[in-house]
């Protein structure tokens, strides 16, 4: 069968997207790839295709290595569903379950086997990969979540590492690493960590044009997401990352607390409790997860509405990488995070107490300060962003910044006064002090402090009067960032200057800084009531909102009797296009996306009669 034959039969798609075809044509023909694609970008099918159609030749197994054992279970379930012999390996099965399995390995029965790298690399699994080797029925290695072997990576996982074993062990058997987030420099290590130097790269464009960026200062950080939700995606599914377990329940439980049916997920959840919550956001609709960044990696959920940092990440690429899990549906959604001084200095604190070496600190001090340049930017989010992974672009039109260009003010008056405040402190009694103290001093504010130390006598005291406490929190970002302020974490988060500082108070570098405020630009009308995930598309007829919504009334029951998230069975969109169509016979649903042959005969005779039950002018 042709890869054209399979993506249409198998998975019910008319046409390749992006550069899947290319890819798919040249791992079936046997070459090495590495393979960059944005989450909602298609990646699983670039080995799926692949894989059925080496073993259709009779070249074998894949084995698909994957980080999480959620992912493993949805994507099996898919591939069951659409026809496809496919199998886990994993802790959730019984030792008799993994025999069975194993078994039907050695027999050569199964297309795909998804298995953890520490599974993939155990002596044991190895010498029945080397069995099936020799027997010529070991066809494909697919590494996904490839970013996780590097130490550059926002998800390192050191058992990745041990795969450079299937390059020395089999080096007659294709691989394809894919990824939805590496710079250059994670890229690089990828390469050499996994021996991919002849591996072919393809590289998509990282663009996600649905979804909207927009960056806030924090400001009573809690109320404000609040509104967001409330304003823009009450009734929606999202996701809501923060920094501290602890964080994460007082925020779900506020959530809940206003209405908003909301769940906590963190490492230190009981692991039952955790799946469970997991399961939940998956398999129901308009869930707000609330979780730390232990959350979302392999997560396939189509329809999740928003995605919201309450606490700044590490760099660029996990921050791309977990708004990338909202509108992989293609329909619009919103990546929305509000940051502050402090988040600045708990990264820079965590990065200097790492026991890693100074060159390594360096380069996670580089990519804290581009998302810290990313925040503070000006200019369109979503260049800024894709000029990171090296693409070029146009403003979006769709951000904050391009939505609501943000008033601009030179800052760099403002930076000198605040380094001669630290030089002044330190100077007078050989102590430092942390950004309140300093900024009270600059702004002349006599607190019991300033005058028990005698702070109010120094030079620069008042001298900053005209400056709000939100425009010095914003310089001290600045010059954090660019390395002409320090935080001691060892002495209370004191203010330390640095041998950058000199250059900032002799005027040679400047400090332009974008106005400080915490309220988002205007990009759509509050909703009054709940969006799409309790309503039908818009852009059907009233008889076709109601063949819809019947239609996932029914999906939900198939779901729920297979235990698979909804969105398995079909996706919304493939729902509304049987809607719009009101087929009538099983040829009238052949070529809808999504329907392939094997859920054509799965649930054909079932979708005609629940449109049959939805007469015309039912509304």
């Known amino acids: 069968m042709s890869i054209h034959l399979i993506l249409q039969e198998v998975f019910g798609y008319g046409a390749f997207r992006g550069p899947q075809q290319a890819i798919i044509e040249h791992v079936v023909m046997g070459g090495d790839a590495l393979v960059l694609m944005p989450t909602g970008g298609g990646k699983s099918l670039c080995y799926q295709i692949p894989a059925i159609a080496r073993e259709q030749a009779g070249q074998g197994i894949t084995i698909v290595i994957s980080p999480l054992i959620a992912l493993m279970h949805d994507q099996v379930g898919a591939l069951h569903e659409a026809g496809v012999s496919a199998e886990f390996l994993n802790s959730t099965l019984s030792s008799e379950q993994a025999q069975a399995i194993e078994k039907r390995l050695m027999r ?7 298995a953890a790298p520490e599974r993939v690399s155990n002596p044991r699994f190895l010498a029945q990969l080397d069995s099936l080797n020799e027997r010529g029925r070991l066809s494909l290695f697919a590494i996904d979540e490839a970013h996780c072997v590097s130490q550059w990576g926002h998800d390192f996982r050191p058992e990745y590492r041990a795969l450079s074993v299937l390059h020395e062990r089999f080096a007659n058997v294709p691989r394809i690493a894919l990824t939805a ?199 369109c989010r979503r260049v800024r962003l894709l000029a990171y992974f090296d693409e070029a672009s146009k403003p979006c039109g769709n951000c904050d910044n391009c939505l609501q260009p943000p008033a601009v003010w030179d800052g760099t008056d403002a930076a000198r006064k605040l380094l001669s405040t630290i030089y002044r402190v330190q100077q007078m009694g050989g102590i430092s002090y942390g950004a309140g103290h300093i900024m009270d001093i600059l702004r002349g504010k006599t607190t019991e402090k300033v005058t028990q130390r005698g702070h109010e006598t120094l030079s620069t005291f008042g001298i900053g009067a005209d400056l709000s406490e939100l425009q010095l929190r914003g310089v001290l970002r600045q010059l954090i960032a660019i390395g002409a302020v320090a935080v001691d974490a060892q002495a209370f988060n004191t203010l330390q200057l640095t041998d950058g500082s000199r250059a900032v108070l002799k005027g040679d570098v400047a400090v332009q800084l974008r106005q400080s405020s915490a309220t988002p630009a205007e990009r759509k009308a509050k909703r009054s009531t709940p969006s799409s995930t309790a309503k039908a598309p818009t852009t059907l007829d009233a008889d076709g909102q109601n063949r819809f919504l019947a239609l996932k009334a029914w999906r939900a029951e198939v779901a729920k009797e297979h235990n698979l998230p909804a969105y398995v069975i079909f996706h919304d969109a493939t729902l509304a296009a049987i809607a719009e169509l009101a087929p009538q016979s099983l040829d009238d649903l052949q070529g809808i996306t999504g329907i392939g042959a094997k859920k054509l005969e799965a649930y054909g005779q079932e979708v005609l009669r629940v449109v049959a039950l939805m007469p015309e002018g039912s509304a």
């Open 108 to 114: 050569g029965d199964i297309t795909l086997l998804y």
């Open 181 to 379: 987030t590496a710079d250059a420099l994670t890229r690089a290590d990828i390469v050499e960590r996994l021996q991919l130097q002849e591996a072919k790269l393809f590289v998509s464009s990282f663009d996600r044009p649905n979804i909207s960026y927009t960056i806030v200062e924090k400001a009573q950080a809690t109320q404000q997401l609040l509104r967001f939700i409330l304003r823009e995606h009450m009734g929606d599914a999202g996701i809501v990352y923060c920094q501290s377990r602890k964080r994460v329940e007082e925020i779900a439980e506020m959530l809940c607390d206003e209405g908003i049916a909301a769940l906590p997920y963190h490492a230190g959840l009981d692991v039952k409790v955790r799946q469970a919550n997991q399961d939940q956001f998956l398999r129901s609709e308009g869930i707000v997860m609330v979780a730390t960044i232990a959350f979302g990696m392999g997560i396939d959920k189509p329809d999740v509405r928003f995605v919201a940092h309450l606490d700044m990440p590490k760099n660029i690429e996990g921050y791309y990488q977990e708004t990338g899990r909202a509108g992989r549906d293609g329909a619009p959604a919103d990546a929305w995070m509000c940051y502050g001084l402090q988040d600045v200095v708990n990264q820079r604190r965590m990065i200097d107490e790492s026991p890693a070496g100074e060159e390594f600190k360096q380069g996670l001090r580089s990519k804290l300060d581009a998302l810290l340049g990313l925040a503070e930017a000006t200019d």
